[in-house]
């Protein structure tokens, strides 16, 4: 049950990014919403480096979610 989660976790983290990514590529007037799925898939990955303990995914989705935030602020503000 866990492991299937976890899984759902990881593939749901990994359609988000590519969703963001596709979102800000297109540069059009919603890409800023990439980074609210670049966001979504940060919590997503760092929830799944916890669990399985993969600490440099953990550091490096925690840069990452500070990028977003800041992409978020300068899209938005």
């Known amino acids: 049950m866990v492991t299937r989660r976890?899984?759902?976790v990881g593939w749901f983290g990994s359609f988000t990014a590519l969703a963001g990514s596709l979102l800000l590529a297109?540069?059009?007037a919603y890409s800023g919403y990439g980074f609210v799925a670049f966001l979504v898939s940060n919590f997503a990955w760092i929830?799944?480096?916890t669990k399985t303990r993969t600490w440099p995914l953990v550091v490096m989705?925690?840069?990452f979610t500070v990028?977003?935030?800041?992409?978020?602020?300068?899209w938005f503000f």
């Open 61 to 63: 989705q925690i840069g």
């Open 26 to 28: 297109l540069n059009t």
């Open 67 to 74: 990028t977003s935030v800041l992409g978020l602020r300068n």
């Open 47 to 49: 929830y799944h480096g």
């Open 6 to 8: 976890l899984a759902a």
